[in-house]
């Protein structure tokens, strides 16, 4: 059985309209797989074995007819954020305790439209707030790779824990994620997995539990960047129901893939350089640069003023929203409700038991940058700040740069329940240094492996592109997956 | 800028959280921590920067004023603690 869940999606999708092997087969391995890892790893929070089978099955009868879709019969795993008709859909948080959606998200309907099978729902950091996955509800995630020789148990990152770990020990084919300020990117850095924030506005957001609207976006979490392209073509629509939403067709991902670099421009800009960054991360950073200068690629140095300022100015603006979003969650219309004195007193009890101690700290943090007298000096600020981060990046492309590489994250994975960490919130915070300019700007970033540190942990690269050119990225980080070969840690489970 | 714990409980209330006095002091130091760590945006010369409104480049989309969707009362009210015949029950606000 262990074979069927080493397939690509690519590989499954050959045998399957081959006929070599059927969706129901495809989908028993899975679940046995899940059955047998999830309890040290604690990818999944809801198993849909049931559900499973039955999809698979009308995936076998569509696959007879000559009806299949372009991910018929394809396993897939879902991120707890993504609201899925009758199914869990917390975002792993107690305040949404119970509650089951009477509707489907828009990215998720467009994978079932395509013939994919939902396994079940994914852990993930407590309304995808968090770089370790330790403030879900459900605890903690367990990175499948360990250090050599090692036994710590580590992180996958987050808020995408659920999803990375559960694509990098085959417990899916692939699995969605969202990214607010490199919730994709860096648990697919820290799990040797390829990871994708599109363009903001290429995935519909409806149906998607908010956490911070300007920057939330859908992508796909995959084993290789082949893979994320094609579940990247089937999640991408354009959607009536959600107003940001981009009306651009949406290409053909796995065409770009193998195309060549030759009279690409990829910039590299030095502000990505940062005190204390292991060498580990610099040499890997060089090793892309001269992957991508043999494949054809022109290399440009490039600069980035505002860098520093683009993590400072998320932790105003996304706050911010996610003290407006989650407003909601009230005791009234779905989810927990903790009885009070008074309406009010029920509402602070609720709120009180219902949310996580670092999603409090982001609503506190929200509220108080909101607030008379503050509302000039921090928010409108930081918007402003967010201009030149995004004129930063418009100048480096109008001078001809097709493609930005840098790192992904300062770090391979580090441990659970990491002291160092757990004291400073902010320290947790500078896991996204790399990755929050990107979603600041708006912009797609992709992460792939590029190689393991000496601990053996998988170091990630990402490319950062143009709006809407998702295929130049694809393109790119094919060539160096083909150089750096792919990850796969060791079964421990 | 810095909280003090007043401020907090203030804000707490703005946010309709109940904290306890462990919890609001705790939050003053994480607090005090991030504001610290954001301070570095005054740093910035930000005079005649238009603040970002929308990240891409996009009209309003519109669309005609028509009935689209309705008649789903069951499925709004499915989720909900405490319901009666297909309203929300909250306790009592007005006397």
Redesign the interface.
Known sequence: MSELTSLTIAEARQKLRAKEITATELTEAYISAIDAANGQLNAYIKVTPDLARLMAKNSDARIAAGKAGDLEGIPLGIKDLFATVGVHTQACSHILD??????ESTVTQNLWDDGAVMLGKLNMDEFAMGSSNETSYYGAVINPWRSAGSNQQLVPGGSSGGSAAAVAAHLCAGATATDTGGSIRQPAAFTGTVGIKP???RCSRWGTVAFAS??DQAGPIARDVRDAAILLKSMASVD?KD??S?DLPVPDYEAAIGQSLKGMKIGIPNEYRVDGMPDEIEAIWRQGITWLKEAGAEIVDISLP?T??A???Y??VAPAEA?SNL?RY????????V???????????T??AG?GKEV??R???G??VL?AG?YD??Y?????????I?RDFELAFDAGVDAILTPATPSSAFGVADENLAA???KM?LNDIFTVTVN???LPGIAVPAGLDQKGLPLGLQLIGK?FDEETLFKTAHIIEQAAGRFTPAKWW | MSVDLATVKRVARLARIAVSEDEANRMVGELNGILGFVEQLSEVNVDGVEAMTSVTPMAMKKRSDEVTDGGKAADIVANAPVTDHNFFLVPKVVE
Not at chain 1, 330 to 337: A, I, K, Q, S
Not at chain 1, 341 to 346: L, R, S
């Open positions: 119970g509650f089951e959606p009477r509707y363009t903001y506005g300007s920057l009536a107003t940001t981009v505002h520093k300022y993590l400072p100015a932790y105003i003290s407003a009230d005791g009234v219309r779905y989810g927990l409700r009885d009070g004195k008074d309406i009010v007193d029920m509402y602070e009890k709120r009180a949310f409090k700290r609503i506190m943090i509220t108080y607030s503050y000096a921090y409108i600020r930081a918007q402003k700040v967010r201009t030149l995004k400073d919130p902010v915070y600041m700007a708006g709006p």
